[in-house]
Nanobody, 121 residues
Framework: QVQLVESGGGLVQAGGSLRLSCAAS????????MGWYRQAPGKQRELVAG???????NYADSVKGRFTISRDNARNTVYLQMNSLNAEDTAVYYC???????????????WGQGTQVTVSS
């Protein structure tokens, strides 16, 4: 199977920056899409940013120009650089990868355990 481990969350003041990382491990054959989602208290989980295997990216309107997603295919890792953070960015951030495990025919979605990001105003 495939396991995802996130790191980099924490407490930051408004206007500050954080960098999240998510590394995949296990019996990985290939990874296509990598994305970051977030869920604030009382709200639904939403897509923050995504990146395909060819490097195409997409962002939620609320983070465009402030967040940057990138990936290191050799390390099976996705990053989210978050700048100019504000209180509305406070949430649990989850990474998600669409990966094909060794021995499996079809790719499936895999999720990290989540990392808390808290922005103090």
């Amino acid at each position: 199977q495939v396991q995802l481990v996130e790191s980099g969350g924490g407490l930051v003041q408004a206007g500050g920056s954080l960098r999240l990382s998510c590394a995949a491990s296990g019996s990985i054959f290939s990874i296509n899409y990598m994305g970051w989602y977030r869920q604030a208290p009382g709200k639904q989980r939403e897509l923050v940013a995504g990146i395909t295997s060819s490097g195409d990216t997409n962002y939620a309107d609320s983070v465009k120009g402030r967040f940057t997603i990138s990936r290191d295919n050799a390390r099976n890792t996705v990053y989210l650089q978050m700048n100019s953070l504000n209180a509305e960015d406070t949430a649990v951030y989850y990474c998600q990868m669409t990966a094909r495990a060794v021995g499996r025919v079809a790719p499936g979605p895999y999720w990290g355990q989540g990392t808390q990001v808290t922005v103090s105003s």
